[in-house]
């Protein structure tokens, strides 16, 4: 897990206790991750695959990467490629990660960090690890989240924030059993530090073994729970969920999660405490094309994106450009598994 984190959970901000007459949202779904890989050979897990895109709305594709323990040399990345119409998020929680863009946004994030692409009108951008853990190997695990831009937005100017670990916004819950790191939105009056377009929010939650977290959450809102590592339940009906695990919730306004129960036999001994990325927003509600790197609302206009691309329309790659990039700017979207969908429907998506 990130580096965020706190000896003493009793001296932060606490989340509020629910109000009364609270409704606690009840689990609709729990979906198992597939594994796969990605870019140049990283190991992922597709944490929507077989998800409805209507139950997902904003999002349309989150991928842990992740976790491995690579040997010297074998740290991977991605090539340069496209996006429009859309956002990326990637949150490190171990190791390090570069970021460059065709609209000069980049940096360097490690742990706890996170990197947010506003690809918009279109963008050229590469992630990759930086040469010194490529030398040295080491520990790399993240989450790369794709959130919808509405209409209005999917022309907007690229943007690029770097938001420090150091940025978020830390809770616990009201018994200290829980640490809560708020990358974005409002929870219990407690705003994170990312800027987004589509009202959204977005927590990591450390809960302890036995401790209970009851989060509140904008009734307008989804809601969204993906265990990262350890076991425990989730919902007013407590389904039981454990690592690689998607959650999709019903109605209400509160999240509840429990941390494994003493005792209970399905407990990882590797990671006592439960680790959960609680997503949730505003449903958009527009048709969504989509195919390789492009989110539009009609074919047409996928069509164009891929025309833009080709006439360098989207950017060009910065200096010490490869063999590979240059192909890549003149219309090669390799490392990009290209799928076509539409409203209602989901499949494999490239991290990117």
Do not use: C
Request: net charge negative; charged share 20%.
């Amino acid at each position: 897990m990130p580096a965020v984190t706190v000896e003493d959970t009793t001296t932060l901000p606490r989340v509020p206790l629910p109000a009364p007459r609270t409704v606690q949202r009840r689990t609709r779904s729990v979906t198992s991750a597939p594994q796969g890989y990605e870019g140049e050979g990283f190991p992922v897990r597709r944490a929507f695959a077989g998800v409805d895109l209507r139950d997902l709305d904003p999002f349309l594709h989150m991928d842990q990467m992740g976790e491995v323990e690579y040997a010297p040399g074998e740290p991977k990345g991605t090539s340069w490629h496209p996006h429009r119409g859309f956002e990326t998020v990637t949150y490190l929680l171990d190791g390090t990660f570069e970021h460059a863009d065709s609209h000069g946004g980049g940096g360097t994030i490690s742990d706890g960090d996170t990197q947010w692409m506003t690809a918009g009108s279109g963008v050229l951008h590469i992630e990759k690890p930086p040469e010194a853990l490529v030398l040295s190997g080491g520990l790399f695990h993240g989450l790369q989240l794709w959130v919808n831009l509405p209409r209005a937005q999917k022309w907007a100017e690229p943007r690029y924030q770097d938001l420090r670990a150091r940025e978020s916004v830390l809770l616990a819950s009201p018994d200290g059993g829980a640490l809560l790191r708020v990358i974005a939105g409002d929870v219990g009056g407690h705003t994170g530090p990312g800027s987004t377009y589509t009202p959204m929010a977005m927590v990591h939650a450390t809960v302890s073994p036995g401790a209970t977290l009851q989060l509140p959450w904008r009734p307008d809102f989804n809601a969204l729970v993906y265990v990262l590592s350890g076991s425990g339940a989730v919902g007013i009906d407590g389904a039981p969920v454990h690592t690689g695990q998607l959650v999709v919730l019903g109605p209400g306004d509160t999240v509840t999660v429990h941390g494994t129960r003493p005792g209970d036999r399905h407990a990882e001994s590797r990671t006592p405490d439960l680790d959960v990325v609680v997503l949730g927003g505003l449903p958009i509600r527009e048709p969504i094309a989509m195919y390789g790197p492009f989110v539009m609302n009609s074919r047409q206009e996928l069509r164009d994106a891929f025309a833009d691309h080709s006439a360098g329309r989207l950017g060009s790659i910065p200096a010490q450009r490869t063999a590979h990039a240059d192909g890549l700017a003149h219309g090669d979207v390799r490392g990009e598994t290209q799928q076509d969908a539409v409203t209602g429907t989901s499949g494999a998506w490239p991290a990117g």
